[in-house]
Structures are given as C-alpha cells and as structure tokens.
C-alpha cells in the first residue's frame, strides 16, 4: 500500500526556506526608486524578511530595507495585498537577526507598559 503522506520533495507546500523565521514587528522603512517607504517588519531570516507594506512594489524590484543601524538591500520574491517578501542580497549575521529580535520584543514591552 502506498503512504498517503507525500515525502517532504513531492509537498508543494513544504516549508524549503533556508534560514529560520523570527516573528517581529519593528518598524522600519523600504527604499525603492528613490522613494522611501514607512513598512513594518513581520518577520525574518538571514536571507530575507516578510513586510507589511501600503505601497505597491514589482515583484523582482531592488530594494533596501532600512530599520535603524540595518541597512540590507534586497529584491522583493513576492507580494499579496499589503504582505510582501523579500530576498536579501546578502545574508544577514545571526547576531544581527538576534538583536532586531530582541529589540522587537523590548518595543512590544514597552507598548504593552503603556497600555
């Protein structure tokens, strides 16, 4: 009898990314063509983030996603609705995912205090 669970390779909707995700929510801002972009971010990885963003980018545009001292430019892979994800140009350091995820968590603190 045959295994009616598909083998990770035949799932299309398998999980292939190379990096794990880290849930955030940080503001930030996206550069494409000049213009400059107020987006959050809603998670991300060494090789790229998934972004909330108004605006409309092509998919395969160059873009820099700015957040603080993390510059990293990037090509947007895809866009649904306001939800967008991008592929860095280059990997970012495990520390540096490290803090912008501490720094996620001390923001969501803070608003929590203030509540």
């Known amino acids: 009898m ?5 083998a990770p390779q035949d799932d299309p909707f398998a999980d292939r990314r ?3 995700r880290v849930m955030v929510a940080l503001p930030a801002f996206l550069q494409v063509n000049g213009e400059r972009i107020s987006i959050q971010i809603l998670d991300l990885s060494a090789g790229g983030a998934k972004l909330n963003c108004a605006a409309r980018v092509a998919v395969g545009a160059a873009v820099t996603l700015d957040c603080g001292t993390v510059g990293r430019s990037a090509l947007v892979r895809w866009q649904n609705g306001d939800v967008i994800g991008i592929c860095f140009d280059s990997e970012l350091d495990a520390r540096v995912v490290a803090a912008l995820a501490e720094r996620s968590s001390a923001l969501a603190a803070w608003r929590e205090a203030r509540e």
Request: aromatic share 12%; no cysteine.
């Open 2 to 6: 045959a295994n009616p669970v598909p």
């Open 18 to 20: 190379a990096f794990p």
